[in-house]
C-alpha cells in the first residue's frame, strides 16, 4: 500500500470514522505532509485533519464540499483510510469514478474492497499502520507532487473564492455558512 502512494502522481486520502476512532489524526496529518498528498474526510472523519491545513479538501460525497469531490475525482490513487467508502462517502459510488486505482485500510475485513476494486488493502487498525507507514516512508515522492498539490490548492480556492461571501457574512440573522466557518 506505501509504495503504491509512494508512486502515484495524483493520490489522495480519504480519512474516515475509522481514523478518529483510532485516535490516528496526527498519523494521518504527518503522512500527508510527508508524501504530499491531499486530505478529503467522510463526514466522520471531519475532524481528523484541520479544515484550515493546506492538505485537506474538505468532505467528499454527497453531502460535501465540491472542492473534495473535483480532487477525488482527479485522483489517479485514492486511499481510504477507516471508511467503508459507502454511498454517502463516494455520492453513489461516483466519486472517485469507476476504474480508479484505489487502496483502503480498515479493521473490519467485511469492508474491505467491498465497494471498489483494489490495488492493494490492509486489514488493520488505523493509527498501527499509519504509524508503520511513517517508519518506512521515503519523502522521495514529495517532490514529484508540486504540480498536483498546485492544482488542489487551485480547485480549493476556487471553492473557497466562491463561498467566501456567505463565510464572511455580517448579515442578521446570521448565515449558517458564517456559523459553520466560526465554529
Known amino acids: 500500500a506505501l509504495a503504491q502512494l ?43 485533519i484541520p ?24 485522483a489517479d490513487l485514492v486511499c481510504f483510510i477507516g471508511t467503508t467508502a459507502g454511498s454517502m462517502t463516494t455520492h453513489f459510488w461516483q466519486v472517485p469514478p469507476s476504474g480508479t486505482a484505489a487502496l483502503q485500510i480498515d479493521l473490519e475485513p467485511e469492508v474491505i474492497g467491498r465497494n471498489y476494486p483494489l490495488k492493494a488493502a490492509v486489514q488493520a487498525d488505523a493509527k498501527v499502520t499509519l504509524s508503520c507507514m511513517l517508519a518506512l516512508v521515503s519523502t522521495a515522492s514529495k517532490k514529484r507532487r ?22 464572511e457574512s455580517d448579515a442578521v440573522p446570521m448565515r449558517p455558512e458564517r456559523i459553520c466557518k466560526e465554529l
Open 146 to 167: 508540486i504540480a498536483w498539490i498546485e492544482r488542489v490548492g487551485q480547485l480549493v480556492g476556487e471553492w473557497r473564492c466562491k463561498f467566501d461571501a456567505l463565510l
Open 6 to 48: 509512494e508512486a502515484a502522481e495524483r493520490p489522495v486520502i480519504v480519512a474516515g470514522g475509522g481514523v478518529r476512532a483510532s485516535g490516528a489524526a496526527a498519523e494521518l496529518v504527518t503522512l500527508a505532509e510527508r508524501l504530499n498528498i491531499p486530505v478529503a474526510t467522510s463526514l466522520n472523519g471531519k475532524d481528523t
Open 51 to 74: 479544515g484550515v491545513h493546506p492538505l485537506s479538501v474538505g468532505v467528499v460525497g454527497t453531502y460535501s464540499r465540491e472542492s473534495a469531490n473535483r480532487v477525488v475525482n482527479e
